[in-house]
């Protein structure tokens, strides 16, 4: 979201999203090593790294799971702790001149904590607020060695309704509390501004509107600016739809050219297939809109909005063939991940938890708006039902999961957004402070906030988006005020009670299962929900008894129930079966994609034991390739194609190709360089540059060439992979047509990360020696480019440029001295017979 994330390294990029993937793959880890420390022993921890305790006024560090730890995002990254040590205590709140910093909280009502302290004490909190409770929460302190209990005076709230936030005097108190303090807060103009003018919105004050009504206008009135923004697809986003909103609530025609600029922008800048970038889409390879987005590729969280803000717009009317172009690619491409998981970060693999900071309520809510997308809607909302273990887990943080998460669950009706929020209830109530405010906490990838004294009584959230504005928005679903909080909500989209407890029980389904008999486990790979499916196949694995299931898994796996299939199959690949292999082959040629995707993993997990099928998948990986164009939207990525890929060219060829009968070889090489996406591609890297033959490189040779020069369209962040390795392939053998392409990639290489990039191809073409000597006026222009790159504002000035113009000189020289010209080789030369 910082701007000044754009000078982040491609290295950086790239480490952060493999981080990503890897933690998409595993579906979770064990529990950390590390123990919790005793508090009451030492207090040697980090104090800007703690959790807001409620409305007692208190902020507290407590021991929380390794980041590294995956398993942490489906809601247990504090559950190894037992002792809380205050670290702040707010002047004026109800523990002032109670509690003070260094006090650990060992229990509550008389005890100690045995299980999760920070839940339990929310808990506590919950119980002391309701009438019964009387207001008093009880806490048992140790301070300097001694233990005693002290008690806490909270204001009395309630306790929610079964239907909250909906029929529920405590959710209403707590929402007026909230719109106070959101009265007070600033309108900045910017796309977090604007998060504040849609909480206003939708907090059902009439109060507000003439104020809501400048910040309008003025919004409006930077339209034309924010379209030029580096971060324009955010801007524009958030922007259009607080205008839109505003429009339709008040019909204020002020702002009706602003969201038309906006809107068109949106369209015009949606990149091929559907996506977004920070920013907006390059030009297509013919030079009109919709080209690939650049580097480092999609940005679902940006995307998602700014599609959702064109939906918005088009209900204002803004009525053009690029509008309607767009909404259809989007759709297209967020629904193929139906049935699937959670919408990950880019042009990836789905997420395999029921949400991911909030994408999948964004993706809900994105297709509610469009009314005629009945079985998108029900699916997304589902699983933001069943999402309320894994809230607290976000890219940069999990802003945008407390932003999306209420909104996004009460597409699927009321009873699926009362379930999501009696489930996660007891967050609510602790990230609520005494004043009626709300706390971010979380930090990357998840865990406590930072903050420190000057910082407790401020609103600063995630990035600047106000946490107040984000629970507004929540809290104010029952007004149904705005559209994004259900006016003018289709109910046929609604889920029904059957619906609701399923996604309830899938939600719980990774702790549910441990306990679960195996038979059970494989009831559970026909769940509705593709994340459970994994869950059970991932604990059946674990059980002896699973072993003797084989065959019957494998029947499963070739049945007619789609969704068994794939959890059977998965299942297969855990256990690593290896009777199951051909069946797995088998499963390579079914219609349904995300079975075939889970039959590729399944290989891939079966290592070495599936090399005698390596014959079977290299046919099945250039007979699954799919063309470019017209897109495929049933997986517009080919990312099914991909994890075959994959499966074959990062694991079973990985080590050798000698006994690899090239026939079958070259195709489907020559498929995956055609993939469309750039992880995909990806996956020759090793192969390109260390095991083709020289043979295999005459016989791909156009092939290769092509695979160099001319970039994948989808998942840029990868899409120099393949080209460095293609071009290394043609230079190893010096092969002619090398030489020429070295130039063209150096001249794309303008992005982040290009100074390593640059200097690796500077090398390659040196080696030509006086070979290369036609292109050293070639290279001196290449050196005025970047120069011109620097001046637009394009690249950095500084030592990433110094970088990148001192390789090339370097090539310049080196081969202005060479005295050899070694052979080459040309492509239209003799190829190996196929």
Not at 63 to 73: E, L, N, P, Q
Not at 250 to 259: E, F, K, N, R, S
Not at 736 to 765: D, F, N, Y
Request: with cysteine; net charge negative.
């Amino acid at each position: 979201m910082d701007k000044r994330a754009g000078l982040v390294s491609s290295r950086t990029l790239v480490a952060c999203a493999l981080i990503i993937l890897r933690a998409a793959a595993s579906g979770g880890a064990g529990e950390t090593a590390t123990e919790p420390p005793d508090l009451t022993q030492t207090q040697a921890v980090d104090r800007s790294q703690t959790y807001n305790l409620g409305a007692t006024g208190l902020r507290g560090w407590i021991h929380t799971r390794a980041a590294s730890d995956f398993d942490g995002v489906q809601g247990r990254t504090t559950t190894s702790s037992r002792q809380i040590l205050v670290t702040h205590v707010g002047r004026g709140s109800p523990a002032d001149g109670v509690m003070e910093p260094g006090d650990v909280i060992l229990g509550v009502d008389g005890g100690r904590f045995t299980a999760d302290a920070r839940q339990s004490l929310a808990r506590a909190i919950q119980a002391a607020e309701a009438e019964a409770g009387g207001g008093i929460l009880r806490l048992t302190r140790w301070r300097a060695g001694q233990v005693d209990e002290t008690r806490l005076a909270l204001r009395v709230l309630g306790t929610y309704a079964a239907t909250a936030p909906y029929d529920c005097p405590k959710s209403r108190r707590l929402l007026e509390d909230a719109c106070d303090v959101l009265a007070t807060e600033p309108l900045r103009s910017d796309l977090f501004g604007a998060v504040n003018g849609l909480a206003l919105l939708a907090s059902g004050r009439p109060e507000v509107l003439p104020r809501v009504a400048e910040f309008a206008r003025s919004l409006a009135a930077g339209a034309s600016a924010v379209v030029r923004d580096d971060m324009r697809t955010w801007e524009c986003g958030y922007r259009t739809l607080f205008l839109a909103e505003y429009h339709l609530l008040t019909g204020d025609p002020a702002v009706l050219p602003a969201i038309e600029t906006l809107t068109l922008a949106l369209a015009r800048g949606q990149g091929r297939y559907g996506t977004f970038g920070h920013g907006f889409s390059e030009p297509a390879a013919d030079g009109g809109l919709h080209g690939p987005i650049p580097p480092y590729g999609p940005v679902n969280a940006a995307g998602l909005i700014g599609n959702l803000a064109i939906v918005m717009g088009r209900a204002c009317g803004v009525d053009d063939p690029e509008v309607t172009a767009a909404i259809d690619r989007g759709s297209r491409f967020f629904a193929s991940y139906v049935g699937k998981g959670a919408i990950p970060y880019g042009e990836h693999l789905p997420w395999p938890h029921h949400d991911n900071n909030g994408k999948n309520a964004m993706a809900a809510a994105f297709f509610a708006l469009q009314e005629d997308r009945s079985e998108e809607t029900r699916f997304f909302s589902k699983m933001v039902t069943a999402s309320f273990r894994n809230r607290e887990y976000g890219h940069t943080g999990q802003g945008f999961s407390y932003l999306w998460g209420g909104p996004g669950a009460a597409t699927g009706g009321p009873a699926a957004a009362a379930a999501f929020f009696r489930e996660a209830s007891w967050h609510f109530d602790l990230v609520r402070r005494c004043d009626g405010s709300f706390t971010y906490d979380g930090s990357e990838q998840y865990g406590p906030g930072s903050t420190d004294d000057d910082t407790y009584f401020g609103k600063s959230g995630y990035y600047g988006l106000s946490p107040t504005a984000s629970y507004v928005l929540t809290y104010a679903l029952p007004l149904r005020a705005i559209r994004l909080t259900g006016r003018a909500a289709t109910v046929a989209q609604w889920l029904d009670d059957g619906d609701v407890a399923e996604a309830v029980a899938s939600g719980r389904f990774d702790t549910d299962r441990a306990t679960m008999a195996a038979e059970d486990l494989v009831a559970a790979l026909g769940d509705w929900s593709p994340v459970a499916r994994g869950w059970a196949a991932e604990e059946l694995a674990r059980r002896p008894e699973a072993r003797r299931m084989v065959p019957r898994l494998i029947a499963l796996a070739e049945g007619p129930d789609v969704r068994v299939a794939q959890g059977a199959c998965e299942a297969l690949g855990r256990l690593r079966a290896p009777e199951a292999l051909p069946a797995l082959v088998r499963l390579l040629a079914h219609e349904d994609r995300w079975l075939r995707t889970k039959a590729a993993q399944s290989l891939q997990r079966l290592g070495d034991t599936a090399r005698p099928a390596v014959p079977d998948m290299l046919a099945a990986v250039a007979r699954t390739a799919e063309p470019l164009d017209p897109i495929a939207w049933a997986d517009p990525i080919q990312l099914t194609h991909g994890e075959l890929a994959a499966a074959l060219f990062k694991g079973l060829l990985r080590s050798s190709l000698d006994d690899v009968d090239r026939h079958l070889l070259h195709p489907a090489i020559r498929a995956v360089s055609r993939n469309a996406d750039g992880m995909a591609r990806a996956t020759l890297t090793h192969l390109l540059e260390h095991q083709l033959t020289v043979e295999d490189v005459q016989a791909l040779g156009p092939d290769i060439l092509a695979a160099a020069t001319v970039p994948c369209p989808a998942d840029t962040m990868f899409r120099n992979e393949i080209r460095m390795a293609a071009f290394k392939a043609l230079a190893k053998y010096r092969f002619r047509e090398g030489i020429e392409a070295g130039v063209g990639l150096a001249r794309t290489q303008g992005g982040h990360g290009s100074e390593t990039r640059t200097g690796e191809i500077m090398r390659e073409l040196a080696g030509y020696g006086a070979a290369a000597g036609e292109i050293v006026p070639d290279l001196e222009e290449l050196i005025g480019f970047f120069n011109a790159e620097c001046a637009a504002g394009d690249f950095p000035t500084g030592p990433l440029n110094d970088a990148r113009i001192e390789a090339v000189r370097a090539a310049i020289r080196a081969i202005e001295s060479a005295t050899a010209a070694p052979p080459l080789r040309a492509l239209s030369g003799p190829v190996l017979e196929e």
